[in-house]
T-cell receptor
Framework: DQQVKQNSPSLSVQEGRISILNCDYT??????FLWYKKYPAEGPTFLIS?????DKNEDGRFTVFLNKSAKHLSLHIVPSQPGDSAVYFC????????FGTGTSLTVIP | NAGVTQTPKFRVLKTGQSMTLLCAQD?????MYWYRQDPGMGLRLIHY???????AKGEVPDGYNVSRLKKQNFLLGLESAAPSQTSVYFC??????????FGSGTRLTVV
């Protein structure tokens, strides 16, 4: 049973606009969340994280929001750039990391 | 600083053959992991290790074995490959449960 879900397999956004990637989880004991970015033929690379004691973390163009009551987190990319086109995985930490199925983001120039 | 290195990058096996995937990290990380990535399934944990000489089962361990004889290496073995093991395999390492460094992956096809 998937403990971390990314219900949108793909997303297309115009360059310069905001990209919003969503992630839902089922286990209220998860206390740390991350987003990874993956280009084709490469391993995932760490993008941004958030602890359950926070509801927002920002790093440049990337902001992660956490809504614990809804068991939902989202990644905002503003402004979106063509180089952001990749697959984005969210992950949640319990005794191990559980990964979502990924969302493929395409930023259209 | 190479980070996490996986070998080989590609391999084609016949059903029933065996092989070992090698993962090496040079960051002195205690934790190492093997994941597989399949379409629509995300990254699923096969086995992991919390230190030299230790291994533990993850979410999908059947058909695989692992060994961590040296801190820097984590080996994933397939004793008798099956078509269901066709996948992309990723190794990762971490200091603790706070973010991984991934290798670039091994694409395995079992025919």
């Amino acid at each position: 049973d998937q403990q971390v879900k990314q219900n949108s397999p793909s997303l297309s956004v115009q360059e310069g606009r905001i990209s919003i990637l969503n992630c839902d989880y089922t286990n209220s004991m998860f206390d740390y969340f991350l987003w990874y970015k993956k280009y084709p033929a490469e391993g995932p690379t760490f993008l941004i994280s958030i602890s359950s004691i926070k509801d927002k973390n920002e790093d440049g163009r990337f902001t992660v929001f956490l809504n614990k009551s809804a068991k939902h987190l989202s990644l905002h990319i503003v402004p979106s750039q063509p180089g952001d086109s990749a697959v984005y995985f969210c992950a949640a930490s319990g005794n191990q990391f559980y990964f979502g199925t990924g969302t493929s983001l395409t930023v259209i120039p | 600083n190479a980070g996490v290195t996986q070998t080989p990058k590609f391999r084609v096996l016949k059903t029933g053959q065996s092989m070992t995937l090698l993962c090496a990290q040079d960051m002195n990380h205690e934790y190492m992991y093997w994941y597989r990535q399949d379409p629509g399934m995300g990254l699923r944990l096969i086995h992991y290790s919390v230190g030299e000489g230790t291994t533990a089962k993850g979410e999908v361990p059947d058909g695989y074995n692992v060994s961590r004889l040296k801190k820097q290496n984590f080996l994933l073995g397939l004793e008798s490959a099956a078509p269901s093991q066709t996948s992309v395999y990723f190794c990762a390492s971490s200091l603790g449960h706070r973010g991984y460094t991934f290798g670039s992956g091994t694409r395995l096809t079992v025919v």
